[in-house]
């Protein structure tokens, strides 16, 4: 049981009894031990062996014994008696984005909605009107996020899984006759989530090692087993399942296998189409005229044949590719990023000190980054105001001082109020070596209003980049409505940068904004906008991302020396 699964049980009491209509007081305790046991660095198990559970934050000693049974028996007895008065099946419309516990405990209770099919019909017939609480607005906004939970139904974040995809890679590895094992499918194409993960290995004798594979712990369910396919449903975190494919083949077809297992499935009939017009067919095993093998054993070898470089997975999409001169040498790489322009410390919302980002980002081969905590009207991020702001000042340039072997910038992620003005005034910003501006409220204007207001921060002369221009949340928050094109036009005529913001939550600009961004001559930043070191790891994401969109080195910023940075900035400031 990890400390997520803990945190997990404690909202679900807490969704449970704020639904049957539990004062706040009582909820808010189990919220709390929620966020206390969520946040800890701590293994949870390690500390209850201490004994020392109670001397957490909020913890009282009627949580601790709630935890320490869960911890014992994998259960909480509260929770099964909560469960027969409120019906558990209300939990899954928590999901929906516009529906908490306050608006699902009057539909239950008014209208005896018990599931998702139950809130749409009850939708349809009009029956939530004049219930209190749901205006024509709110009920146009969960029919909204109802819509929103079918189409992203099924699939998974990107980042939810790819360690997953990693740890399944070295299990199959490691059982005896496997030479080689790899990704494949959509996430070796890096698309923001993924339907299922595809593995693919070389081995002789398929059906052992399938047989295996059904066997791993984590398997819940198998779909098939054969003599060189496995399928089957693996409980990746408690609670949380996906689909896993693996395939095994010979080694001297297996380029033809990765090449057709990654995908996509419009790349694929692009590629058969160049095959059968040289009379040639093209399929997993091989690509082959009559019973003679032309291809088979790499991807190269394929590509080649077929009179192409290699193309990298990341661009498999049947969005131009196969015009490229050179796809591979061209593109945006991990190890080009010199610098992350969006991190956030205790001064606001992080959790890593500065030093802690700077040893972090130095061991990763950073040679710059950027202090961007919040401004005063982030509240519930803990903004700084202007006050708090010129104390960080001078403790981000003390660290800068001491801190040899990377350069440490101050700056901000300064809010782009409802109006389009900025949280902190001119003068302000001027002390700053970069401006990161980002909407986080209001999100819910129409496609003018938040145009409007992106405008007139890119207009501004001390905005450098836009912070998660879209502000979506994949599987979980829709983008707000934006005219993109124009906004890109303002960002390539003022010398602003437009983010890709590498959180694998956010991937904002998503790979084809990103494009059309390049396209019209944006310079990009891709940043972490970390809240502790371990999140700067997620800058590969953002890089995928990039590589998506077809980014070359010199489009990012990233990848500048810090003197470039500084010019970008002088030069719009004038
Ligand atoms: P996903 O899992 O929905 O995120 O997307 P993929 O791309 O991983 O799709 P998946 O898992 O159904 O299949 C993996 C790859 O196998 C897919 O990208 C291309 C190839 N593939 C599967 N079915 C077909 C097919 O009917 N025709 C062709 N040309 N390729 C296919
Ligand atoms: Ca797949
Ligand atoms: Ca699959
Ligand atoms: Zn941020």
Known sequence: ?????????????ADLLEIKGEDGFRVNSYRRVA????????????????GELNTLAGVGKSSAGKIQELLDTGKLAQRDELTREVPATLLNLLDIPGVGPKKIAVFWKELGVTGIDDLKSAIADDRLKG??????????????GIEFRARSAGRVRLGDVWNVAAELREA????????????????????????????LCIADDGAAIVQRFTQLPGVTEVLAAGATKGSVHYEYRAGRSIQVDLRVVPAESFGAAWQYFTGSKEH???????????????????????????????????YAALELPWIPPELREDRGEFELDNPAGDLIELSHIRTDLHLHTPASDGRSSIAE???????????????????KSSTIANGLDEERLYEHIQDVRGAAREIKGIKIWIGTEVDILADGSLDYADDVLAELDWVVASIHSGMGQDVE??????LAAIENPYVNCIGHPSGRLINEREAMALDVETICHAAAETGTALEINANYYRLDLKDQHARLARDLGVTISINTDAHDTEQLDQM????????????????VLNTWTPKQIADFVARKRG
């Not at 710059?368 to 401004?375: A, F, N």
């Not at 209003?449 to 992106?454: G, L």
């Open 268 to 302: 694929n009939v692009r590629l058969r189409e160049r095959a059968v017009k040289r009379g040639w067919s093209l399929n997993e095993y091989g690509l082959t005229e009559g019973d003679d093998v032309i291809a088979s054993a790499s991807e190269e070898d394929i």
């Open 35 to 50: 966020r206390t046991v969520g946040d800890l660095a701590e293994n949870i198990v390690d500390i209850a062996a201490r």
């Open 449 to 454: 209003a938040n145009t409007r207001r992106t």
């Open 172 to 199: 199959v590895g490691a059982m005896s006759g496997v030479k080689r094992v790899e990704s494949a499918g959509s996430l070796r194409r890096a698309r923001e989530t993924v339907g299922d993960l595809d593995l």
């Open 131 to 144: 219930l209190k609480g749901f205006g024509p607005k709110s009920i146009a906004q969960m029919q909204r």
């Open 540 to 555: 590969h994401f953002g890089v995928r991302t990039a590589r998506r969109a077809g980014l070359r080195r010199a489009d």
């Open 1 to 13: 049981m990890t400390n997520a699964d803990v945190a997990r049980a404690f909202d679900e009491i």
């Open 357 to 375: 980002f700077a040893a972090a980002a130095q061991q990763r081969g950073l040679k710059l980054i950027c202090i961007t905590d919040h401004s």
